[in-house]
């Protein structure tokens, strides 16, 4: 069974930074890629940022520069350190885990809210 649980979340001024950390199990993580969506409130959920098991990475042009995703295999983890936080970065933000189009799963979710 694979497993996928965000932290990290929480509130954050205009500005600020935070960093959200995903745990994967149940699949082989260094072959894994891992991938962070998030979704605002009455809109859909939108890709934010990747990281293939090559390290490679993309970004969605919203977050470029400011949002940096990294993984640790040694920790089964995904993180994502998000700086220069905008009211708009306010969402629910979802990491997703995949081995193959056939082995994925998403967690439950974790809040950011960012306001003065």
């Known amino acids: 069974q694979v497993t996928v649980v965000e932290s990290g979340g929480g509130l954050a001024q205009p500005g600020g930074s935070l960093t959200l950390s995903c745990e994967a199990s149940?699949?082989?993580?260094?072959?894994?890629?891992m991938t962070w969506y998030r979704q605002a409130p009455g809109k859909e959920r939108v890709f934010v940022a990747t990281i293939r098991r090559t390290f490679g990475t993309v970004y969605a042009d919203s977050v470029k520069g400011r949002f940096t995703i990294s993984r640790d295999n040694a920790r089964n983890t995904a993180n994502l350190q998000m700086t220069n936080l905008k009211i708009e970065d306010t969402a629910v933000y979802y990491c997703?885990?995949?081995?193959?189009?056939?082995?994925?799963?998403w967690g439950q979710g974790t809040q950011v809210t960012v306001s003065s």
């Open positions: 149940g699949l082989p993580f260094n072959d894994s890629e």
């Open positions: 997703k885990a995949m081995y193959s189009s056939k082995i994925s799963a």
